[in-house]
């Protein structure tokens, strides 16, 4: 009940076109849903968060989906570009205090030029 | 947004030898700090969450023994590697946060890569 699911593993997305990466939870307790993106040998960033009073959210060209009735949501990076060849990691956790955050387990993005 | 500044960036160490890996909130006090263990095209497991003044919290399956985490301020958590051997060679990375009721977001290190040869 834990887990966080995210697919696909890898994705490749030619320049300009539109990256979609999928997650699902099962613990309805969670109620902040981060994206985090991590290049090699570096830490994850916090891309975009959402929390699940609201279907959308949207930040220059990420947004986020969310679908609470499914208990899924998803990553839209629009007019993608090389820059963004990144690792990418959906989470899960508790807003209310500083709870653990479950990771899902990540998209390697690749776009090509 | 919020800094955590984690140090090493790389370390090698022989086998047997003890490394410490220290995480600190550059501006702004962490509750809460988190140390998590990423294997190569893998995802971050949690191995323990540390409060400050308060042992750690160890994820079912990860030695404590091996893994020691002191949090003695609100600014600074330390890992130490035990009597390390190849198998704990990995990519570890913290994160802090600010907690109290607030936003729960967690800032992360830019992670400490661990060789054992």
Redesign the interface.
């Known amino acids: 009940q834990q887990q966080v699911k995210q697919s696909p593993q890898s994705l490749i997305v030619q320049k300009g076109g539109i990256s979609i990466i999928n997650c699902a939870y099962e613990n309805t307790a969670f109620d902040y849903f981060p994206w985090y993106q991590q290049f090699p040998g570096k830490g994850p960033a916090l891309l975009i968060a959402i929390r699940p009073d609201v279907s959308e959210k949207k930040e220059g060209r990420f947004t986020i989906s969310f679908n609470k009735s499914a208990k899924q949501f998803s990553l839209h990076i629009m007019d993608s570009q090389p820059g963004d060849s990144a690792t990418y990691f959906c989470a899960a956790t508790r807003y209310s205090s500083a709870s653990k955050i479950i990771f899902g387990s990540g998209t390697r993005l690749s776009i090509r030029p | 947004?919020a800094v955590?500044s984690?140090h090493p960036s790389r370390v090698i160490c022989k086998s047997g030898t003890s490394v410490k890996i220290e995480c600190r909130s550059l501006d702004f006090q962490a509750?809460?700090m988190?140390w998590y263990r990423q294997f190569p095209?893998?995802?971050?497991m949690?191995m323990a969450?540390s409060n400050e003044g308060s042992k750690a919290t160890y994820e079912q399956g990860v030695e404590k023994d091996k893994f020691l985490i002191n949090h003695a301020s609100l600014t600074l958590s330390t890992l130490t590697v035990t009597s390390a051997h190849p198998e704990d060679s990995s990519?570890y990375?913290c994160?802090a946060?600010?907690?109290?009721?607030s936003?729960?977001?967690?800032?992360?290190?830019?992670?400490t890569?661990l060789t054992v040869v």
């Open positions: 947004g955590v984690q509750t809460t988190f095209k893998q995802s971050l949690l969450t990519f990375i994160s946060s600010p907690g109290q009721g936003i729960t977001e967690a800032f992360f290190g830019q992670g890569r």
